[in-house]
T-cell receptor, first 114, second 113 residues
Framework: GENVEQHPSTLSVQEGDSAVIKCTYSDSASNYFPWYKQELGKRPQLIIDIRSNVGEKKDQRIAVTLNKTAKHFSLHITETQPEDSAVYFCAAFPRGDSSYKLIFGSGTRLLVRP | DVKVTQSSRYLVKRTGEKVFLECVQDMDHENMFWYRQDPGLGLRLIYFSYDVKMKEKGDIPEGYSVSREKKERFSLILESASTNQTSMYLC????????????FGSGTQLSVL
């Protein structure tokens, strides 16, 4: 089955700097890759996603890139702000698996220092 | 706006107790999921359901069972709680079987003493 690895587990950046979180997946049939953000004490919420027919997607200060050949995808946050501090989860949706369930990475705790 | 509501935010139980965690969604979603969240381990799927009275095991079903008698409600049951089941439990739902976007509840922090 699908396996998703996420790095780093913790990331500390200065406000205004960029942050990059990387994930790799194992199942080449996976075709949908979302990123969820979980602020302290709150529920995870979808912030951006990308499908396998697209290499990059941007939404204001966040972007996601996908390399299907290498089976990895990354979240890029530019001009980080304190409110970006949260735990970020990547995930993969393996179409080859009839169960249709998201497989999550282990999470990255991002701290943006003012 | 989709609402996924978990009945308790914090729960403290004793070893051996039977524990029920309840989840209700108000958007007529077909799919419902129970995840367990532990630091460094991410979100691990316990059980999920595509329809009323249907259930499928996730990646860590041992020690848990589920019930889905109505479309909007999905219950997670710990038959005999153990200390290693102390964790944050997150319920989620999605529109149809092939829907990728999950809507999460706020979570239940369960402590088993």
């Amino acid at each position: 089955g699908e396996n998703v690895e996420q790095h780093p587990s913790t990331l500390s950046v200065q406000e205004g700097d960029s942050a990059v979180i990387k994930c790799t997946y194992s199942d080449s049939a996976s075709n949908y890759f979302p990123w969820y953000k979980q602020e302290l004490g709150k529920r995870p919420q979808l912030i951006i996603d990308i499908r396998s027919n697209v290499g990059e997607k941007k939404d204001q200060r966040i972007a996601v890139t996908l390399n299907k050949t290498a089976k990895h995808f990354s979240l890029h946050i530019t001009e980080t702000q304190p409110e970006d501090s949260a735990v970020y989860f990547c995930a993969a949706f393996p179409r080859g698996d009839s169960s249709y369930k998201l497989i999550f990475g282990s999470g990255t705790r991002l701290l943006v220092r003012p | 706006d989709v609402k996924v509501t978990q009945s308790s935010r914090y729960l403290v139980k004793r070893t051996g107790e039977k524990v029920f965690l309840e989840c209700v969604q108000d958007m007529d979603h077909e799919n419902m999921f129970w995840y367990r969240q532990d630091p460094g381990l991410g979100l691990r799927l316990i059980y999920f359901s595509y329809d009323v009275k249907m259930k499928e095991k996730g990646d860590i079903p041992e020690g848990y069972s589920v019930s889905r008698e109505k479309k909007e409600r999905f219950s997670l049951i710990l038959e005999s709680a153990s200390t290693n089941q102390t964790s944050m439990y997150l319920c989620a739902s999605s529109f149809t079987r092939a829907s990728e976007k999950l809507f999460f509840g706020s979570g239940t922090q369960l402590s088993v003493l």
